[in-house]
């Protein structure tokens, strides 16, 4: 006897034995913090008691407003294998994937198959993040796709994601204190919101708006693992180099933005472009600087670099760029200053020496 298939579409019903622990404790904290603010306000104390009695209160007050708005915690069967999905906030729109099947389905108070080939209005179709450099689906003659229409991907973008230690941290945090991910992705001239990048828990997440395109992408990737486990930071493609005399080639929007030579007068080396990252912090460069500075006159101007800052203050306040520079004269400058990765290091040595 074969077992029928599960149907296309399934209802979503609370899942009362987890709301009720939850509703319970949320209750609880709402009311000590209460208590502890009377007692405090009576008995006078200071500012600090107060304050995290205050933020107790608000802490189970708040689990109680979005239990009661929301709905709380939720159970669907997935609509193609029958194997039970589990989420919070019954009330809110949902895509998620099954663990059992790997299907995925969306919805609100029902659960709906998605089709193999859909394309989501926003990205929405998650992977975990791998180690080391990502691998992009290419067309034949070698160009990246783009994650939205799959046509060739003529030019990159970045995207960004910051991880707050904590809803309540990050709204008194400054920004220094927030780690920022960036990653570059392929994008066509029509599409710029094929790929996002999240943060969640302290676990890097690629999002696609193509569900074709992130299978593609996780087959290249292996290491993109569901359900959300721990995982390692994800590690991204270094920019391409290319001669500042092709990129110009292509005709770019930001061409005349550019101000370099085509060639080092220094090195008579081509000048070469790629994506790095800029500061919106103001440097006062050194009189030894401004010396290096004259002997490598096509060097990365200060504040720039090929790689995300490492200290938390230059990280929060990069921003990405594109960058024209001599390899010569950026590893002449590296060499007195620092301020090169060695993955950034060896590319700079290859192209440098194949120019000579």
């Known amino acids: 006897m074969t077992t029928p298939p599960a149907p296309q579409t399934t209802r979503v019903a609370l899942d009362r034995a987890p709301n009720r622990i939850a509703t319970l404790v949320a209750a609880a904290l709402a009311l000590a913090g209460g208590a502890l603010l009377v007692v405090g ?177 996780a087959a290249l990737n292996p290491a993109t693992a569901h359900p959300k486990a721990a995982s390692a930071p994800v590690e991204a493609e270094a920019p391409p180099l290319q001669t500042l005399a092709d990129y110009l080639a292509t005709d770019p929007p930001d061409r005349h933005a550019i101000r370099r030579p085509l060639a080092c007068p220094a090195h008579h080396e081509p000048i070469m472009t790629a994506l790095g990252y800029g500061t919106t912090m103001e440097y006062l460069p050194s009189q030894e600087w401004m010396e290096s500075a004259s002997d490598h006159p096509c060097g990365l101007d200060i504040g720039e670099s090929l790689d995300l800052p490492s200290a938390p203050l230059a990280r929060a306040r990069a921003v990405p760029q594109r960058l024209t520079f001599c390899c010569a004269c950026v590893l002449g400058m590296a060499a007195r200053h620092g301020g090169l990765s060695p993955a950034s290091r060896r590319r700079l040595e290859e192209r440098s020496g194949r120019a000579r």
Not at 138 to 143: K, L, M, Q, V, Y
Not at 152 to 166: F, H, K, L, M, Y
Not at 193 to 204: E, H, I, K, R, S
Request: glycine residues 12%; positive net charge.
């Open 41 to 217: 306000v009576r008995a006078g104390w200071g500012f600090l008691p107060l304050f995290w009695s205050g933020v107790l209160a608000l802490a189970g007050g708040t689990a109680l407003l979005g239990r009661l708005r929301g709905g709380g915690f939720a159970a669907a069967p997935c609509p193609r294998c029958g194997a039970p999905l589990r989420f919070t906030h019954i009330a809110a729109a949902r895509t998620l994937r099954c663990d059992a099947c790997g299907g995925w389905s969306s919805g609100r108070e029902t659960m709906q198959a998605i089709a193999d080939d859909h394309l989501a209005d926003e990205p929405v179709f998650t992977l975990i993040a791998p180690t080391g450099p990502l691998r992009w689906p290419r067309s034949p003659s070698g160009a990246p796709l783009c994650p939205v229409c799959g046509g060739e991907a003529r030019r990159e973008r970045i995207v960004q994601a910051s991880d707050p230690t904590g809803a309540l941290v990050a709204a008194v945090a400054p920004i220094s204190l927030r780690t920022l991910t960036t990653l570059t992705v392929p994008a066509c001239d029509a599409h710029d919101d094929g790929v996002a990048l999240t943060v969640v828990d302290g676990v890097v997440e690629l999002a696609f708006r193509s569900l074709p395109y992130s299978r593609a992408f």
